[in-house]
Nanobody
Framework: QVQLVESGGGLVQTGASLRLSCAASGSIFSINAMGWYRQPPGKEREFVAT???????NYADSVKGRFTISRDTAKNTVYLQMNSLNREDTAVYYCNADVTLTSRSRTYFWGKGTLVTVST
Protein backbone atom coordinates (compact mmCIF):
# COMPACT_ATOMS: atom_id res chain seq x y z
CA GLN A 1 0.00 0.00 0.00
CA VAL A 2 0.90 3.67 0.17
CA GLN A 3 1.82 5.95 3.04
CA LEU A 4 1.43 9.73 2.94
CA VAL A 5 3.33 11.72 5.53
CA GLU A 6 2.58 15.42 5.96
CA SER A 7 4.87 17.94 7.63
CA GLY A 8 5.26 21.68 8.05
CA GLY A 9 2.27 22.60 10.15
CA GLY A 10 2.52 24.82 13.19
CA LEU A 11 1.40 27.94 14.99
CA VAL A 12 1.81 31.22 13.15
CA GLN A 13 0.46 34.75 13.35
CA THR A 14 -1.95 36.37 10.92
CA GLY A 15 -0.19 37.35 7.72
CA ALA A 16 2.57 34.79 8.04
CA SER A 17 3.51 32.01 5.63
CA LEU A 18 3.92 28.27 5.97
CA ARG A 19 4.95 25.52 3.59
CA LEU A 20 3.41 22.09 3.95
CA SER A 21 4.97 18.97 2.48
CA CYS A 22 3.55 15.53 1.82
CA ALA A 23 5.72 12.61 0.81
CA ALA A 24 4.25 9.44 -0.64
CA SER A 25 5.92 6.07 -0.37
CA GLY A 26 5.04 2.43 -0.87
CA SER A 27 3.79 0.31 -3.75
CA ILE A 28 3.52 3.18 -6.20
CA PHE A 29 3.48 2.65 -9.96
CA SER A 30 2.42 6.21 -10.67
CA ILE A 31 0.72 9.12 -8.94
CA ASN A 32 -2.10 10.59 -11.01
CA ALA A 33 -2.84 13.56 -8.80
CA MET A 34 -2.09 14.89 -5.35
CA GLY A 35 -3.95 17.40 -3.32
CA TRP A 36 -4.65 19.10 -0.04
CA TYR A 37 -7.83 19.22 1.97
CA ARG A 38 -8.45 20.78 5.35
CA GLN A 39 -10.83 20.42 8.26
CA PRO A 40 -11.39 23.55 10.35
CA PRO A 41 -12.41 23.06 14.00
CA GLY A 42 -16.01 21.89 14.21
CA LYS A 43 -16.46 21.81 10.44
CA GLU A 44 -16.44 19.32 7.60
CA ARG A 45 -13.34 18.52 5.58
CA GLU A 46 -13.04 20.81 2.56
CA PHE A 47 -11.08 20.96 -0.66
CA VAL A 48 -8.03 23.25 -0.82
CA ALA A 49 -5.99 22.47 -3.94
CA THR A 50 -4.97 19.72 -6.33
CA UNK A 51 -2.28 19.16 -8.92
CA UNK A 52 -2.36 16.49 -11.60
CA UNK A 53 0.50 14.50 -13.04
CA UNK A 54 0.46 16.75 -16.08
CA UNK A 55 0.77 19.86 -13.95
CA UNK A 56 -2.66 21.56 -14.05
CA UNK A 57 -3.76 22.90 -10.70
CA ASN A 58 -7.07 23.73 -9.11
CA TYR A 59 -7.78 25.82 -6.02
CA ALA A 60 -10.64 26.57 -3.70
CA ASP A 61 -11.84 30.14 -4.11
CA SER A 62 -10.93 30.87 -0.50
CA VAL A 63 -7.22 30.27 -1.11
CA LYS A 64 -6.74 31.49 -4.69
CA GLY A 65 -3.96 34.01 -4.91
CA ARG A 66 -2.60 33.08 -1.47
CA PHE A 67 -1.79 29.37 -1.71
CA THR A 68 0.34 27.60 -4.31
CA ILE A 69 0.44 23.85 -4.83
CA SER A 70 3.44 22.22 -6.48
CA ARG A 71 4.95 18.77 -6.74
CA ASP A 72 8.29 17.05 -7.12
CA THR A 73 7.45 14.04 -9.24
CA ALA A 74 10.83 12.37 -8.69
CA LYS A 75 10.31 12.51 -4.93
CA ASN A 76 6.57 11.72 -4.98
CA THR A 77 6.12 14.83 -2.89
CA VAL A 78 3.55 17.61 -3.00
CA TYR A 79 3.91 21.01 -1.40
CA LEU A 80 1.48 23.70 -0.34
CA GLN A 81 2.92 27.18 0.01
CA MET A 82 0.54 29.21 2.13
CA ASN A 83 0.92 32.99 2.27
CA SER A 84 -1.09 35.73 3.95
CA LEU A 85 -2.55 33.27 6.42
CA ASN A 86 -5.61 34.31 8.39
CA ARG A 87 -7.63 32.78 11.20
CA GLU A 88 -10.00 31.12 8.77
CA ASP A 89 -7.07 29.02 7.54
CA THR A 90 -6.78 27.33 10.93
CA ALA A 91 -7.40 23.63 10.32
CA VAL A 92 -5.94 20.18 10.12
CA TYR A 93 -4.51 19.87 6.62
CA TYR A 94 -4.68 16.48 4.93
CA CYS A 95 -2.75 15.24 1.93
CA ASN A 96 -4.54 13.11 -0.66
CA ALA A 97 -3.13 11.08 -3.53
CA ASP A 98 -4.72 9.35 -6.50
CA VAL A 99 -2.34 6.44 -6.99
CA THR A 100 -1.92 3.62 -9.46
CA LEU A 101 -0.31 0.82 -7.48
CA THR A 102 2.31 -1.60 -8.73
CA SER A 103 -0.56 -4.09 -9.00
CA ARG A 104 -2.08 -1.62 -11.51
CA SER A 105 -5.13 -1.04 -9.36
CA ARG A 106 -6.00 2.60 -8.71
CA THR A 107 -7.15 4.08 -5.45
CA TYR A 108 -7.00 7.10 -3.17
CA PHE A 109 -4.93 7.49 -0.03
CA TRP A 110 -4.99 10.01 2.80
CA GLY A 111 -2.34 11.24 5.19
CA LYS A 112 -2.96 11.61 8.91
CA GLY A 113 -2.94 15.38 8.78
CA THR A 114 -0.88 18.28 10.07
CA LEU A 115 -2.29 21.07 12.21
CA VAL A 116 -2.06 24.69 11.13
CA THR A 117 -3.08 27.28 13.69
CA VAL A 118 -3.21 30.98 12.81
CA SER A 119 -3.43 33.38 15.72
CA THR A 120 -4.03 37.13 15.82
Amino acid sequence: QVQLVESGGGLVQTGASLRLSCAASGSIFSINAMGWYRQPPGKEREFVATITSGGPTNYADSVKGRFTISRDTAKNTVYLQMNSLNREDTAVYYCNADVTLTSRSRTYFWGKGTLVTVST
